[in-house]
């Protein structure tokens, strides 16, 4: 594929992604993605055959984003010294700071689970996936936990943060969560820190 059909399939993909963080999963049609994107609709039907292989392309490329970065990230820290506490603490504050940015992408992650009560997709279990290697990297660090106990914690901790990414002013009449401040995030991130690190 050339330079200029590569370009189109990145700006088609960025467009659907905008799309679906506007007007949300079920609004986004094949017509705005290509207003969007500045392209004609068959376009979209040149380079993905269907609206449901660009959304799902969409959604997987945001996922990485969601999961494989995160791991990549967390190593890095790992490589720059830092205890596999402050990394994990460095790296939470980094993911509560996202989160709220893109609730429409995160419920459409999970609207097979959300909708259908179906728990198959990608999202679910790429979701697991992570908190599994996620999980054998805290291990070191946490040896007072069982694993069963370590993947509770990772568990309630990502519970929260897909709750507060599809919903990020469900608690605004207990609890203002302005994740945009720094204090907040550590905060938060403290919190839960000690489900896996108590001290």
């Keep these: 594929m050339g330079t200029k059909e590569q370009d189109a399939r990145e700006r088609i993909l960025r467009a659907t992604i905008i799309c679906i963080e506007r ?3 079920d609004a986004t049609g094949i017509r705005e993605i290509a207003r969007e994107a500045q392209v004609n609709s068959a376009a979209i039907s040149y380079y993905f055959r269907s609206k449901e292989k660009l959304i799902t392309q969409a959604l997987d490329s945001t996922l990485d984003q969601a999961f494989t970065h995160v791991l990549l990230d967390f190593d890095k820290l ?3 010294g830092l205890a596999v506490r402050e990394a994990f ?3 939470l ?3 509560v700071g996202n989160v709220g940015r893109y609730p429409r992408i ?3 992650h999970l609207h ?3 909708v259908h009560q179906r728990y198959d997709g990608p999202a679910v279990q790429r979701l697991n996936t992570f908190l599994e290697a996620l999980s054998r990297k805290l291990a070191p660090a946490t040896p007072h936990l069982k694993e069963a106990r370590r993947r509770l914690a990772l568990t309630q901790v990502w519970s929260s943060i897909l709750l507060v990414s599809m919903l990020p002013r469900v608690f605004d009449q207990v609890l203002l969560l302005d994740f945009r401040t720094l204090d907040t995030r550590r905060a938060w991130v403290k919190q839960y820190t000690r489900l ?3 001290s």
Excluded: I, K, R
């Design 23 to 25: 007007d949300g999963l």
């Design 106 to 108: 995160a419920h459409a």
């Design 112 to 114: 097979d689970a959300l």
């Design 196 to 198: 896996l690190f108590p």
């Design 89 to 91: 603490e460095t790296l």
């Design 78 to 80: 790992l490589d720059e």
């Design 93 to 95: 504050e980094d993911v």
